[in-house]
């Protein structure tokens, strides 16, 4: 597979997008005042840690694939197949992570940043273990 020059793509999209840790893909769809919406595509068999985002609630919604959500001692398993969008809440200070399988997985994250906290990216505001 040829790689992708994110400047490009960026510049073309008109919005800003990168590679984060563990080849996850982050594109910001839209950005007003304190909330603003992500997609984000996670490769196959991805873990992601238990953390939390100390100033941003996240209201998650699963677009492809199959995902095991943790968040506090709950664990929840979706995928597309579902036919139902249901939307994650993750609140501010709420532990979570989550797990991929066999297939990248796709999810829009609508976020709210609190406490007088610019918008950046949900990496930025992170507390656990690295991604």
Known sequence: MDSIDLTKLSQAL????????????????SKRDQEQTQLFIVPPMTYVPDHIHPNV????????GKVELRKGDKRILDYNGSGIMREYEILA????????????VAFLAREIWKNGVNPTSVEQDWVGDPL
């Open 14 to 29: 008109s919005v800003p997008c990168k590679i984060l840790e563990r080849g996850i893909f982050a594109l910001l769809i």
């Open 57 to 64: 609630d996240v209201y998650v919604k699963l677009l492809s």
């Open 93 to 104: 200070g709420e532990s979570h992570g989550f797990s991929t399988f066999n297939q990248p």
